[in-house]
């Protein structure tokens, strides 16, 4: 195999794992992908039909998963307001240019932007926006958290004071300045944003549109693997587990040439294993507490699944099955026998708090989903994780 540049290597990583790069805030890399470019966009062309987009001031790949998944959200918003916030200000930014404008302007314009009424409902209204009193005080913290998110997406910049001052009083403003970039932050979309479309409506015009564009299986696959924690059987069809099972080494020699990775088909599932943990994109187990936390959990599970005298059984398809009972018993006692060694955070959590977060790192790696019943369905994969001694290194997903 040809021996490529670190440099390319490492815009490819780059942009893969960034929302875009931006020449103000890393130059160095922004030149690199410019010098790059020609190889950078026939690479995410060839091997995920993506469109690599370079500008005066940032470089992107305009890329999306087969299926959306609740880790491509928004990390730090909190409520689905923190969206159509988020929405209101990019309204607002639309034109500015290199303006400068202060916090209250920015509260004015979502209150005029903020919807009053909800399409999927005539008789549904929705009360105006206020930043005053103890509901103006949430709406403020959505605001805060809402423009902390535009800055660090390179959209605003912050010229004068500071904008979490905003939060405990609504009097309290800031210098803003939006950098021009916000006209390119959301791809082009070929639909009616004002429709009344769900969001099947929406993958289905999306899948409709790249097929025309030449998306083949292959693109398919190379998205889920490399976008997704995990890839399992059941998400795609019969004949392209078989093809990925068929052409595993290609994938493999692909994942090792231009990431360090091999890929592991394991049952009924398939990802990406890496023995040494660089900086580029998030594995699992990573060095933190909730990791090992987890880690702790699949360890339990896995001796409770040996023993034959516990309740929890393996189903024919590697999968197992929770009740929220099952849950509660078992982060009890993972409270007994391992909180001894967390930290601080996690020995003041409630059982509540312990399940929260472990149903939602299994979530945010795809490690369970849940059933109809409302019951925790764990998949395969996370049999492969178990508790070693410390001088030994689990390798990350």
């Known amino acids: 195999m040809k021996k490529l540049s670190q440099e390319s290597l490492n815009c490819i990583h780059q942009l893969l794992d960034n929302f875009w790069v931006v020449r103000k805030e890393n130059p160095e890399l922004f030149y690199e992908i410019k010098q790059n470019e020609g190889f950078l966009r026939d690479y995410f062309k060839d091997y995920f039909r993506f469109k690599l987009v370079v500008g005066t001031n940032f470089a992107k790949v305009e890329k999306f998963q087969v299926t959306p ?48 009424s909800s399409k ?46 905003f939060q405990e009083r609504e009097t309290n403003d800031a210098l803003l300045r939006s950098t021009g970039l916000v006209k390119y932050f959301m791809r082009n979309i070929g639909f009616n944003i004002e429709g009344e479309l769900t969001l099947n409506d929406i993958m289905l015009i999306q899948e409709t549109q790249e097929q025309e564009l030449g998306l083949e ?30 052409y595993s080494r290609h994938l493999n020699e692909h994942a090792e040439k231009y990431y360090d990775m091999n890929l592991d088909v394991y049952g009924s599932s398939a990802f990406l294993v890496k023995e040494n943990v660089s900086t580029f994109r998030r594995f699992f ?6 990791s090992n936390l987890l880690v702790q959990f699949a360890t339990l ?35 007994d026998e391992n909180s001894h060694g967390w930290t601080t955070g996690l020995k003041s959590m409630s059982i509540t708090e312990i399940k929260n977060k472990i149903k939602n790192m299994l979530f945010e790696w795809k490690l369970a989903e849940t059933t109809h019943e409302g019951d925790l369905k764990l998949y395969d994969v996370i049999g492969r994780f178990f508790e070693k001694p410390k001088e030994e290194n689990n390798k990350g997903v």
């Open 285 to 290: 187990p990573a060095s933190n507490a909730e």
């Open 217 to 246: 299986r292959k693109h398919l696959l190379y998205r889920k693997l490399f976008l997704e924690p995990a890839l399992y059987r059941h998400e795609v069809s019969a004949s392209d587990f078989d093809y990925l099972k068929q």
């Open 120 to 165: 999927r409902s005539v008789n549904e209204s929705l009360l105006p926006l206020t930043w005053k009193g103890n509901e103006g005080y949430r709406n403020r913290l959505s605001l805060v958290r809402v423009l902390k998110e535009a800055v660090q997406r390179c959209l605003i910049e912050v010229i004068d004071k500071n904008i979490e001052d």
């Open 301 to 335: 599970l896995r001796l409770k699944i040996i023993d034959d005298n516990d309740s929890l059984v393996e189903q024919k398809d590697g999968t197992v099955l929770l009740t929220n009972i099952d849950l509660d018993i078992m982060c009890r006692q993972l409270i």
């Open 69 to 116: 998944q609740p880790s491509t959200g928004i990390l730090d918003f909190k409520e689905v307001k923190d969206y159509i916030i988020f929405y209101c200000v990019l309204a607002f930014l639309d034109g500015k240019a290199s303006k400068q404008f202060t916090l209250s302007d920015v509260c004015q314009a979502v209150v005029s932007y903020y919807p009053r």
